[in-house]
């Protein structure tokens, strides 16, 4: 990519904005003083027997950030953290896009946040489908696509439905070549055999990758997201989000399980081992056509007829998995997550069953 300027893509009302200052911004770490700043309430919550959480957290999650960081040996001015990967996205969207005017880039079958969120911002979603069964990304048609008023593209890798990795030479080339920003989703990587794309982000001013704790780390519930992109980029992200986007509860309970690595690599140990083993019975069984190879924690499987059916019968059971039938390119497809092997069995028996009494008949 040649001459990259960061600030050419950024909305104007973004460029000229004076961000919120929050009391907190400047004297979060200062000890031992009286804080008369913020209007909290100095006698605390109802809640005294705990830490009270009568105070504002820190608008820039420092302590939680250099853990992030350690662990994933980025440089914590690389690191901005949303509430969820979604707030990521939306942010992303107000900085660089303008509404009515700009277009953003996706391939389904992909993760539905980057179209609502664009519909939301009133701007253009051109779809360029993944390549039908490898589900790789479609080069040749991207390029020809692409336009002056393409400001975003968003490359989801391992890719949510279908469990595959896109091919890195593939984003890094689509990277060099296009003039706006790439948001690639790694919400998988953890799971996956290929490397993040985080330690080459030196290498692509225009890259923002997006992480979380919601799928490996197993914190779906703190609403913790993670972006990762150039120390100017993540400057942007800091003026226009919210002050406080991350209770302070979320920072210390993500703090807490980030210092519990051993568990983390135990749990992601027995996904994948679980993983394999959904793979190998479920291929098993007549009723399914076929089961695609997955980087990520969950499977994609086409089954021979009706997939509605079958996920109808498993609700039945109370097995609830994602019918992606209605989606084009995922016909008769259902998605199931990795569950426990308590719960995979389960499921696998359930199947097997539905399968015997449909051949049956
Ligand atoms: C689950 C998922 C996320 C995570 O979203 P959070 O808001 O961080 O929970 C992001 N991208 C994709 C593709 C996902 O499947």
Known sequence: MNKFNLN?????NILNLDPYISARTEHHQEKNSIFLDANENS???????????????????????KKISSF???????????????????LVYRIFSRPEIDNVIIFPPTYGMYEVSGKIHGVDIIKIFLIEESYQ?????????MNP?????????PNNPTGNDLKREDIEKITKKFTGIVVLDE?????????????????YPNLIILQ???K?????????GIAIASEAIIQWMNKVKHPYNISMLSQEIAIKALENRDLFFFHLKNILAEREYMQESLKKIPIIQKVYPSSANFLLAKINFSSKNLYQYLMTKKIIVRDRSKIILCDNCLRITVGTHEENEYLINQIQKYSIQKIKK
């Not at 006698?43 to 950030?65: A, C, H, I, T, V």
């Not at 990587?189 to 330690?199: A, G, T, V």
């Not at 490996?216 to 913790?224: H, N």
């Open 43 to 65: 006698f605390g919550s109802p809640l005294s027997f705990l830490n009270s959480y009568n105070r504002y957290p820190d608008p820039l999650q420092k302590e939680l950030r």
């Open 137 to 145: 990304l479609n080069l040749d048609k991207i390029e020809k696509i």
């Open 149 to 157: 008023h393409s400001k975003i593209i968003f490359i989801c890798s």
């Open 216 to 224: 490996s780390w197993g914190l779906a519930g703190a609403r913790i």
């Open 187 to 203: 919400a998988y990587i953890d799971f996956s055999n290929q490397k993040s794309l985080s330690m080459e982000i030196d290498k």
């Open 72 to 90: 994933k040996n980025i440089s914590p001015s690389k690191i901005f953290l949303g509430n969820g990967s979604d707030e990521i996205i939306d």
């Open 8 to 12: 050419s893509l950024i909305r104007e």
């Open 212 to 214: 979380t704790l919601s």
